[in-house]
């Protein structure tokens, strides 16, 4: 058990899991970051790390006190090399711990899908399985494992087995909020962050013991320049116009080499841009501001050189930084319209490396990273006109390999996995929308994002983060409604403008339907009857009562509306509208019976919670049987893909033939059915 300000949390220990989940698969490393050598420096940090590390306990030392996970924290403004510091901590020791795990720390989903993957590869869980598809059940497991991390599951070996040591890495912990549900309470293992937030190394905020980086001083610069440049005059210049910055040498070190400068030219060079262009005078925000960062920021002067690489790279900077799949950038060039991005694949590798040479991105595998300082610098340079064109662009990229999915009865757990990987992208765009006021240049793609919003919040909700995905539903609301009010001016074609309406009204009804789906996962009734009543009247608006084609939403909305009621207490109201749902599917193009599954089970809870109990044996009972004859007696399908399993509506026939809850005490304000 652990404990915190907000209340304690119960996490298993590694014997409380299945036995057929106790073997863990040793030595586990999952380091998604690749050694820097040409590393410099830093000796007396990396020794204070080992000091904390692999201090030797006393025997005498308390059981609880010996258990307590040991901490450190690496803070620093971007670019002073924290990553780079802690990736070579875990390269020099790799051979002392048993399970290194490396996890990029600035949003949850990723922090959650890092526990996914350090769950299977610790064997913790099986490959495929329905849990392994549960972000909360690998959280617990891994965090069951950290606190008791056992060598081996067989109970012949506990008298010789000791326990194994670990390594995790919270790489950009800027958000300390984020690891709450992450954070190893105990266990004999070592965490080492790396935050922007100085307040990071502080015991009272996130790590008992750290450090606040400080440029290179002036020796110590020049000789890192020395080792990158392979010359050795005079680079005290260079060192004092760059600050100390690490990240800033290193790449006007490449610009110097790349271009056979000598210290004193590039001081001359640099000096002569910086006074025409005003590059010290680098708008960033005051945090960064009030610590000099406008005045080393060298990526800058490196950009205005570049021949190949720069729309690249502007593509880049709304891009998440840690994890930018190169088919984003490679699969649909046909969709962007700014100048100077590579068309062909062979313009994109002669831009990729020109932007690798000059040490503005790193790559690992079939992915690139670029540091948030770059980013950050890059966007500053940018004016208005091609900052929207470039935000367009990277929206359209995203879209154009995201795998949307139909709305209609769906819970696509297949497309789970590519939606994992690009969601970090569509939540950066986001925020990046929202923090420089950014639109698109057309209807065409500011209905593309709003659309692209809704999908992934979509996604989001179906993973089981229902809060998170409820603020990207309302960004994409807000753009749907300022399109919706914008269209009704006199402009463009009337047809255009017709179907530019029904897409919009389509877009918000299903806006409104994931929205009460989330009321329903947050038990907020009055919030769920009113997204639903909209989704309804919308469809009732676009649809109508005839023949529904092959349209199943005015159908579902019914049904929707049904749930709605039911968790507002209105039983009479919700039987109503689970009947006109069974009645509207009916009049869809290809209806099976099967369709009406969802309905049917909801109505078959209503007849339960007002007492009529054989209606409700009658109801699921046919559901049983139309089930049968699609599936066979032995029908093993499951619920949320086929929307009628046999085992769940068994045991509510089974609890209301046998009278195992008293009706009346059911009829209590709560959700009648989990909505597909």
């Known amino acids: 058990m652990g404990s915190s300000e907000g209340g304690f949390e119960v996490i298993r220990r590694v014997t409380d899991i299945p036995s057929s989940r106790q073997g863990s698969q040793l030595p586990c490393h999952i380091v998604t970051v ?221 610009v110097i080499v790349r271009r056979h400068l000598t210290f004193k030219e590039f001081v001359k060079t640099y000096s002569e841009e910086e006074s025409r262009k005003e ?127 139909e709305f209609d009865w769906r819970h696509g757990v297949e497309r789970w996995r590519k939606c994992e990987q690009l969601f970090p992208h569509v939540l950066s765009l986001e925020q990046h929308r929202s923090r420089l006021q950014l639109s698109c240049d057309s209807f065409k793609e500011d209905f593309q994002f709003a659309k692209l919003l809704t999908d992934a919040g979509w996604f989001y909700h179906e993973c089981g983060r229902s809060s998170d995905a409820e603020s990207i539903f309302a960004s994409a609301q807000t753009i749907a409604e300022k399109l919706q009010s914008s269209i009704s001016e006199p402009h463009g074609p009337a047809d255009d403008r017709t179907q530019a309406t029904k897409d919009l009204k389509a877009l918000l009804a299903e806006i409104h339907h994931n929205l009460g789906c989330i009321g329903t996962e947050t038990n907020d009734p009055s919030a769920t009857l009113q997204h639903f009543q909209t989704f309804n009247e919308l469809m009732m608006n676009e649809i109508g009562n005839g023949a529904q084609g092959k349209d199943k939403r005015l159908a579902i909305s019914w049904n929707e509306l049904g749930n709605a009621y039911m968790l507002n207490g209105l039983w009479e109201k919700g039987e109503e509208s689970f009947k006109k749902s069974m009645e509207t599917m009916q009049r869809v193009d290809g209806f099976q019976n099967i369709d009406n599954s969802f309905a049917r089970v909801n109505l078959g809870l209503a007849y339960w919670l007002t007492d009529r109990l054989q209606d409700a044996i009658d109801v699921l009972l046919e559901g049983l049987r139309h089930r049968e004859v699609l599936y066979g007696p032995d029908d093993r399908e499951s619920f949320m893909y086929d929307s009628f399993a046999a085992d769940p509506v068994l045991t509510l026939l089974t609890a209301i033939q046998n009278r195992a809850f008293p009706s009346r005490a059911r009829k209590r304000q709560g959700r009648a059915r989990p909505t597909p």
């Open 34 to 254: 690749p050694r820097n050598k040409a590393f410099f420096g830093r000796a007396a940090i990396l020794d204070e790390i080992s000091s904390i590390f692999f201090a030797s306990g006393e025997a005498s030392e308390q059981d609880e006190e010996a258990r307590e996970v040991k901490t450190f924290a690496i803070c620093g403004p971007g670019g002073m090399g924290k990553t780079q510091i802690a990736t070579e901590f875990v390269y020099r020791h790799r051979d002392r711990f048993d399970g290194i795990f490396w996890i990029y720390a600035d949003t949850t989903g990723k922090i959650a899908e890092s526990f996914t993957q350090i769950a299977l590869k610790l064997g913790l869980v099986p490959a495929d399985s329905v849990d392994s598809r549960d972000p909360v059940v690998t959280r617990d497991l891994v965090k069951g494992w950290l606190a008791n991390p056992m060598r081996t599951a067989d109970p012949a070996d506990e008298g010789v087995a000791d326990q194994a040591s670990w390594l995790i890495v919270f790489d950009n912990a800027d958000n300390p909020e984020q690891l709450e549900d992450f954070w190893p309470l105990d266990g004999p293992g070592c965490a080492l962050f790396t935050s922007r937030d100085p307040l990071a190394r502080h015991a009272n905020y996130l790590a008992l013991k750290g450090i606040e980086l400080d440029p290179f001083e002036l020796n110590e610069g020049s000789k890192f320049l020395s080792e990158l440049t392979r010359k050795q005059e005079d680079s005290s210049d260079v060192v004092k116009i760059l600050g100390g910055l690490p990240l800033a040498m290193t790449q006007m070190a490449g």
């Open 279 to 405: 590059l010290m005078q680098l708008r960033l925000d005051q945090r960064r501001s009030r610590s000099g960062y406008e005045h080393t920021l060298a990526s800058v002067w490196a950009l205005e050189s570049l021949k190949h690489g720069r729309a690249l790279l502007e593509v880049l900077s709304f891009l998440d930084p840690d994890r930018i799949q190169e088919d984003i950038l490679t699969s649909h060039t046909n969709v962007v319209a700014v100048d100077g991005f590579p068309q062909s694949i062979v313009a994109y590798h002669r831009a990729r490396t020109e932007l690798l040479q000059c040490s503005l991105i790193t790559k690992n595998a079939e992915r690139l990273q670029v540091h948030r300082l770059i980013q950050d610098a890059v966007r500053t340079k940018v004016d208005k006109e091609r900052m929207k064109a470039l935000f367009s662009a990277t929206v359209a990229l995203v879209s154009s390999i995201w795998p949307f999915q």
